[in-house]
């Protein structure tokens, strides 16, 4: 058995688990991401929903301590990790690597809790595993969402003869970026042939601060905005762009390379590594990207329960 220490804490948690996340930097990028911002919006006293589920989980592994390369924390090497922050209307897990029976044992800890979550994204083995045991535990039935592919940024290739500019998002900009962002599921799921998802409202307070903070990028030709690329500031030396999305009637003049290689001399300039996530089943982002430069690192997954 493992010991599963739930915290709602950013800061506690990274100081817990901050020397196992920085080991394998690119694979952590999520979920040091999300944990290195809540603490900065902890301390601007920023307030979430109460009614959104807000924890980390660090997995703690009390006997077997022979590898000399360990994390220890106190008496236990830290074997894996987990996240539920998301926003609606799943509010999905984050699932890193960890031994199968504790993604197993933290299905059951959540079902303990009487907590259902219905959908989990992440690396696999783990996050199929406890997509599998929390489907048996509630009576549902676990299913493959999407195939996503993590890459990382090489040589940067950028593409040449594209028209426009890219420049900073503005306060001006709020109203259009935040109806984008509210798509980008639906106009994700399309380009990869599946059902749209539930329509839901992108949180503009959320948008505003990502402006305010220079993460995201709009692709301007005319003086008209066309495409929008966010970016993640770095966390353990590593930055992830995301979202990339071009509305279909700016699709195919080549906004998307663009923007994405624009973002990503910037964030090299930072001297970050550069990452971002493709869906498996949208083959022109997959080879737009490999084009700028990316390289795939692993395969992950996104699973539902139904």
Known sequence: MYELRFTPDAAGFLATAGDRLARQPVLSTVIATIADRAVAEDAEGIQRDPDRPWWFVTIVDHVGLVDHARDVDHDGEIVGT???????P?????VTEMPPEAAVQLAHALHD???FAGAMNGSLPATRLMAEESARLWGKRAEIRS???LYELDTLTPPVGVGGTLRAAVP???ELLNNWLTIFGAEAAEQGDRPAP???EHDRDETSRRIRDGRLWVWEVDGRPVHVTGANLPSLGVARIGPVLTPK???GHGYAAAAVAGVSRRLLDLDARVCLFTDQANPVSNKLYQRLGYRPVVDMA???LS
């Open 198 to 200: 539930e329509l839901v």
């Open 82 to 88: 987990a996240m539920r922050t998301a926003p609606g």
């Open 172 to 174: 001006a900009d709020l």
């Open 302 to 304: 996104n699973f539902g």
């Open 90 to 94: 799943d509010h999905a897990l984050w």
């Open 113 to 115: 809790r009487g907590e």
């Open 249 to 251: 009637e700016y699709r």
């Open 147 to 149: 195939h996503t592919r």
